[in-house]
């Protein structure tokens, strides 16, 4: 599991990430994908301990993200193991035994110590802050790429928002200029009776009057040709 899933880079899917630069004299990387934990040839006789307590997410935050993301770094942690017996085997023996126990300390420094005449506290210290430093060099990098992810993601967001936010205006403005033209399409029809009905009435008055002087005219010539028909002989 990686931290792909979150944040996309130009790297192809599964290509391995980086080289984590090194103080010490072996190369070593952080893993991106599922690998199998550096077998460690120390250990510390103890009586088999349970699996650490679950670190729950807090609100807001996947527990399955939370879950993903302490697996990366954990195989990271296993990744960076130096040759020999150093702070990583004093690590693992302590977080097996008991990490609250101080007695645990004293013996685990006694069994590296018969593995590796060099050790000292200073030197396990100084260990300890190369691993602190290579996690944070890897935490650091996924920070700068999520970051980067997220303002692309905010930015294409914004995008879309303001284009979505000028076509709505648009239509609002188109849908205000039709209501007015129905508006005006209405008070148009209401008042189209008022405008025609007099030029109507004239026409009609015209065709009646028309009617009424042409069967004027034709019966007083009927009339006259009657009187011919009667009165001459």
């Known amino acids: 599991m990686s931290f792909k899933s979150w944040f996309v880079t130009d790297t192809e899917e599964g290509a391995p990430a980086p080289a984590v630069e090194q103080t010490q004299s072996n190369t070593t990387k952080f893993p991106t994908t599922e690998t199998a934990s550096q077998p ?7 009586t088999p301990t349970p699996s650490p307590t679950q670190t729950y997410a807090p609100v807001g935050v996947s527990q399955e993200h939370l879950n993903n993301a302490l697996e990366v770094y954990e195989k990271g942690f296993d ?36 593995m590796d005449k060099t050790i000292t506290k200073d030197k396990l210290v100084e260990q300890s802050n190369f691993y602190v430093a290579e996690i944070n060099k890897v935490y650091n990098e996924y920070v700068a ?12 967001k914004t995008n879309e928002n303001q284009s979505l936010v000028g076509e709505l205006d648009l239509m609002r403005q188109q849908m ?3 209501k007015t033209q129905i508006i005006d399409r209405e008070t148009k029809l209401q008042a189209i009776d008022g405008k025609y009905g007099p030029k109507l ?11 009424m002087a042409k069967n004027k005219v034709i019966q007083s010539i009927e009339q006259v040709k009657n009187g011919i028909v009667i009165n001459l002989k």
């Open 201 to 211: 009435q004239e026409i009609e008055g015209k065709l009646a009057a028309n009617d």
């Open 145 to 156: 790429k999520g970051n980067a992810k997220k303002e692309e993601t905010i930015s294409l």
């Open 176 to 178: 205000d200029a039709l």
């Open 40 to 46: 460690s040839s120390f250990s510390f006789p103890t």
């Open 79 to 114: 990744s960076l193991n130096q040759p020999g017996y150093d702070f990583y085997e004093f690590y693992q023996a302590i977080m097996n035994a008991g990490v609250d126990n101080p007695q645990i300390y004293q013996m685990a420094f006694m069994m590296g110590a018969g």
